[in-house]
């Protein structure tokens, strides 16, 4: 079993505030995405990355995939309420098969106003 | 375009009873998997289906059955449901191309076992 270790497990800050969610793994991933959960929903993906060193920007929020795909980074600039939510990365099997997907178990972020 | 249906939407059970979750998807999409998510645990595989008439377990498989009779629909099967099977049920459909694997979820069952 590939694992993928997100950290920190749970995140409240004020808006405005930055913060970094990470995502942790020994094993290398084909691609890493990442997915946004609301309450009584199911996840929607955000990003997804896929060569080493790779950044992705998405308004307030940056992704990286580390050199080695082993790690992924979020980072979300002056957050807001709006960003609340359960954030989960999820890797994908390297060696072809990539239809099975490897989540973290989140962190669920609170913005405060 | 209605993506990934579940349904029902909430559901509660006696122990020892019998269900099945239905997913459909009309994107014509070759991969359909079930997860469950429970707190603290994240969303763990249960099945999926790279194709019509096959399937194959994924990482928390006993207790659950599934079929795929066809590219649209994908039902998951509580034979015997036990208090431990209380959870929320996901299902998600996913292509992949260009090394990518784009997973679409429903909106989930939930799932309580008295």
């Known amino acids: 079993t590939q694992l993928l270790e997100q950290s920190p497990q749970f995140l409240s800050i004020q808006e405005g505030e930055n913060l970094t969610v990470y995502c942790n793994s020994s094993s290398v991933f084909s691609s890493l995405q990442w997915y946004r959960q609301e309450p009584g929903e199911g996840p929607v993906l955000l990003v997804t990355v896929v060569t080493g060193g790779e950044v992705k920007k998405l308004k307030r929020l940056t992704f990286q995939f580390g050199d080695a795909r082993k790690d992924s980074s979020l980072h979300i600039t002056a957050a807001q309420p709006g960003d609340t939510g359960l954030y989960l990365c999820?890797?994908?099997?390297?060696?072809?098969?990539?239809?099975?997907?490897?989540f973290g178990k989140g962190t669920l972020l609170t913005v405060n106003p | 375009n209605a993506g990934v249906t579940q349904t029902p939407k909430f559901q509660v059970l006696k122990t020892g009873q019998s269900m099945t979750l239905q997913c459909a998807q009309d994107m014509n999409h070759e991969y359909m998997s079930w997860y469950r998510q429970d707190p603290g645990m994240g969303l763990r595989l249960i099945h999926y289906s790279v194709g019509a008439g096959i399937t194959d377990q994924g990482e928390v498989p006993n207790g659950y059955n599934v079929s795929r009779s066809t590219t649209e629909d994908f039902p998951l099967r509580l034979l015997s449901a036990a208090p431990s099977q209380t959870s929320v049920y996901f299902c998600?459909?996913?292509?992949?191309?260009?090394?990518?694997?784009?997973?679409?979820f429903g909106a989930g069952t939930r799932l309580s076992v008295l």
């Open positions: 999820a890797g994908a099997h390297s060696g072809g098969s990539n239809y099975k997907l490897t």
């Open positions: 998600a459909s996913s292509y992949s191309g260009r090394g990518k694997n784009i997973q679409y």
